[in-house]
């Protein structure tokens, strides 16, 4: 997870920010998944003679984050095609650079 | 990649196969794992692979990027309306318990429905996307 | 125990890819690692029981978003990761430390792992558990809760879901007509 947080901050390349932010996603859903895990306890879909099911409720959210996440990543990525058409370059210092030379 | 004999040959016989288990993940996702979210994107993997394997001139030919758009929002409204509908027969928006005769018909049909709204909307919404990044790079 | 031990292990591997990603500069490289980052945290949601998870995470992540990052390099025509002058690695290090340590500070007042006694476990969970079959018919839980249940707030989560899809139509959905033209314009008078 703060290898996707590091990505994120320290690194200029926009796609490569995109990919650590989307590590930092999937960190946050395995934390969401290992607190509902229940030891012992099987999926959560209704067999008989299966008493123990691990709790639902956490796998609902996750499940709708993960879509939204991708929606919204490729929200991102298109944002860097409209960059690379607008300045030639998808690094963050030479983005300043040029808005700065302006 | 028009020209590569295997990739055609193995995507041809592979796609009907996605496209199928995609519909069995959409039907079949109140009793196993499943569901709208998980079909609509395996629907929209299976027209994906089309358009890499046999351009993306000949995909949007199977689905152009207007009907597209009508699907996308075609789903939602489908996820509303069935709200609607809850509302008309007497329950809250969203209650599917009074859809149709017993409470458990109902929530199954409501739930269905519900899905079938999902999985429309996440394939459509998937397959525009990837047109429109696929399609930027023609000259 | 296997579950732990098997758990342990993938998280290594999550860890030594995530590694690896931040280490590399091939953008391509770093995408098909992303596609192992992606396949290895399902197999992880599966140890864990969360099959319904673990299915989208392998059809979205490893499938649909490392499409799209390639097609975003094939785009951007950018194959390599340019090492900045102005790179300083040590302000970003610190404070991803510090935030982590907090983190971990954080986890030490979390129930153990798998506990069936949790505050998550013991609240609304065995709610679903026991009464969806009866009310809604169907065996598959998760489904149950978010198509029923939680409805609602699937119905925001598709609207999202479109929404994305219409910004994303706005952003690069037609052909490229005028952009192109400007750069053009403005690369010509800087030559």
Redesign the interface.
Known sequence: MMAGFYTVISRGNLVKKIIGLNIFQVSVFLLYISIGTVAGGAAPIITEGVELYSNPLPHVLILTAIVVGVATTALGLALVVRIKEAYGTIEEGEIHEQDHSL | MTHNLILRVVSKSLIPLIIVFALYVQFHGDFGPGGGFQAGVILSAAIILYALVFGLDAAEQIIPSGILRILAGLGVLIYAGTGIVTLFSGGNYLDYSGLVGSQIAGQHLGILLVELGVGITVFSVMLIIFFAFAGRGRP | MI?VFINVILLAF??IT??A??RMTN?FA??ML?GI??FL?AA??IV??????????A???A???T???L??????K?HD??Q????R?WL??V???A??AA?VYGTLD?PT????D?P??TH??PY??ER??P??????????????Y??????G??????T??I???L???G??RK??AV?DER?ENDA
């Open positions: 579950d999550l860890a995530a590694v990603i931040v953008l770093i995408i992303f980052f992606s945290s992880m949601f864990m029981d969360a099959v319904d998870v673990a299915f989208t995470e059809a979205v992540g499938g649909i978003s499409a799209l990052m097609a975003t390099i094939a785009l951007t950018d990761e340019k900045s002058v102005s790179y690695p970003p290090l404070v991803v430390i935030t982590g983190l979390i792992f798998g506990d069936p949790a998550t476990q609304v969970a679903y558990i969806s079959a009310e809604t018919g169907v065996p598959n839980i998760v489904t149950a809760v978010l198509a029923s939680r409805g609602f707030d699937t119905l989560e598709v609207v999202v879901i479109f994305a899809g910004a994303v139509l952003l690069i959905g052909r490229r952009s192109t750069r690369e």
